[in-house]
């Protein structure tokens, strides 16, 4: 069978037991979120062509994001309706896979706004977003002395 028959196949399954395989999914990774996200990762990784070689015994689950400092969710959910709390495995460096000491349990809120950004231009965004927001204060008390 060629492969994209498989997918066709698997689609139409997925569309027909959609609830039950999330069900059964969320039970199955309910106590073992960590599994949960190295599956997902390993699947991303191998459908791109990156390298992958992180284990279970290489992440732990921090109680707050490292980034943000917001609680961490454990619960599970599907890809369209995240929490920003929700777990996730962010790159340190997008060029490279998920391997050791590239990646960080954090949250999905933290991981999409830093996205494949750099440390610089994360620093230059905070930079001028500070600066306008300044401007735009000053703007508005000018604009207000003016009557």
């Given amino acids: 069978m060629a492969n994209q028959q498989r997918?066709?196949?698997?689609a139409r399954w997925y569309e027909k037991n959609k609830k039950s395989h999330l069900?059964?999914?969320r039970d199955k990774y309910k106590n073992n979120r960590l599994a949960s996200l190295l599956n997902a990762a390993r699947n991303r990784a191998s459908s791109s062509g990156m390298e992958f070689n992180i284990l279970e015994e290489d992440l732990?689950?921090?109680s707050h994001c490292p980034f943000l400092g917001i609680p961490i969710s454990t619960e599970v959910t599907d890809k369209f309706n995240r929490s920003?709390?929700?777990l996730s495995i962010h790159r340190l460096d997008s060029t490279k896979g998920y391997v050791r000491f590239n990646v960080v349990v954090c949250s999905w809120r933290a991981n999409k706004l830093i996205g494949d950004a750099t440390a610089e231009e994360i620093e230059l965004i905070n930079k001028e977003y500070q600066r306008?927001?300044?401007q735009q204060c000053l703007d508005l008390e000018r604009d207000q002395?003016?009557?």
């Fill in 7 to 10: 997918r066709e196949i698997s």
């Fill in 23 to 25: 069900k059964s999914m």
């Fill in 132 to 134: 306008i927001k300044e």
């Fill in 145 to 147: 002395n003016k009557d």
């Fill in 60 to 62: 732990s689950i921090p």
């Fill in 84 to 86: 920003p709390n929700t």
